[in-house]
């Protein structure tokens, strides 16, 4: 009994063994036969060595003969087999997500529009779908933190601002209510002023009243200024975020000095059209 007949035979060392026992029994039968009969036609095609008989793993040898061919047909299905498992693995192993059919818009995120000024669901689908990737707001904060970006590094940003009517228009907002607060602490002083003799005749009461006024207004004030700087932060504006760092300060008084600039222009551009 041949234990050997179904197994899996990849390097073709039992085609290659059973080539060589017909070998074998072809010529023990030629040596032993007394009389050599006229060849014919069959017997010599029987007989005689297959000319690809050295190359064990020759297709025409395999083929000579039904065993050959029943190995040679199981090495095939063995080799297509193990093709299939390399070619057929999930796709996980490779880090290729059943997301990436669909192509990622790289513009999908604009941080200067108040419209959309997050990431798309899309694009955040397909990045936590990525094997050990972070979320996609994380990543991009981690990469670039556009509050803690100099003035010179924001520069090149604030110019692409010029475009964004967006920006412009929260801008040109928050100018305005400033505007409007300072037009009303000036009047409300004013008007103070105006009466302080009358309401408060004693000089020391008059000064404790005019102090506690002051103080309300910088409050007011400062109010204000922290409302901007979330705002600013909110559109995407670069190196703005709500501090009162005099450093800070100092950095964000030079870019609101640009964008209040550029809107300007922009509103000479709006008359002059």
Same mark, same amino acid.
């Given at each position: 009994m041949n234990l050997n007949h179904n197994k899996y035979d990849p390097h073709g060392v039992q085609r290659l063994l059973e080539i060589l026992r017909r070998q074998q029994d072809t010529n023990s039968n030629a040596i032993s036969t007394p009389v050599i009969a006229a060849p014919t036609s069959e017997t010599r095609s029987s007989t005689l060595p297959h000319p690809y008989a050295s190359n064990p793993f020759s297709l025409a +040898? /395999? /083929?000579s003969s039904p065993l050959g061919s029943r190995i040679h047909a199981i090495d095939v299905e063995s080799e297509a087999a193990q093709r299939r498992r390399n070619y057929n693995a999930p796709s996980a192993n490779y880090g290729v997500s059943a997301l990436s059919d669909e192509r990622f818009d790289p513009y999908a995120l604009n941080p200067f529009s108040a419209s959309d000024a997050v990431i798309s669901k899309r694009a955040l689908a397909v990045a936590s779908a990525?094997?050990?990737a972070k979320p996609a707001v994380a990543a /991009? !904060? %981690? $990469? #670039? @933190?556009l509050a803690s970006l100099s003035f010179a590094e924001a520069l090149p940003i604030l +110019?692409?601002?010029s475009t964004d009517s967006s920006a412009l228009t929260r801008i040109r907002t928050l100018r305005k209510q400033q505007h *409007?607060?300072?037009h009303r602490l000036s009047k409300e002083? #004013? *008007?103070?002023s105006a009466t302080a003799d009358k309401q408060f005749p004693? $000089? &020391?009461a008059r000064r $404790? *009243? @005019? %102090? &506690? #006024? #002051?103080? !309300?207004?910088l409050h007011q004030w400062d109010e204000c200024v922290r409302k901007q700087q979330d705002e600013l932060k909110k559109a995407g504006i670069p190196a703005v975020k709500v501090t009162t760092e005099k450093r800070e300060m100092d950095k964000q008084r030079k870019v609101l000095n640009v964008l209040v600039e550029m809107l300007d222009d922009a509103e000479t551009e709006d008359r002059n059209g």
């Open positions: +040898s /395999s /083929s990525l094997p050990n /991009s !904060a %981690e $990469a #670039r @933190d +110019s692409t601002l *409007q607060l300072e002083y #004013r *008007q103070f004693n $000089a &020391k $404790a *009243q @005019d %102090e &506690k #006024r #002051r103080i !309300a207004m």
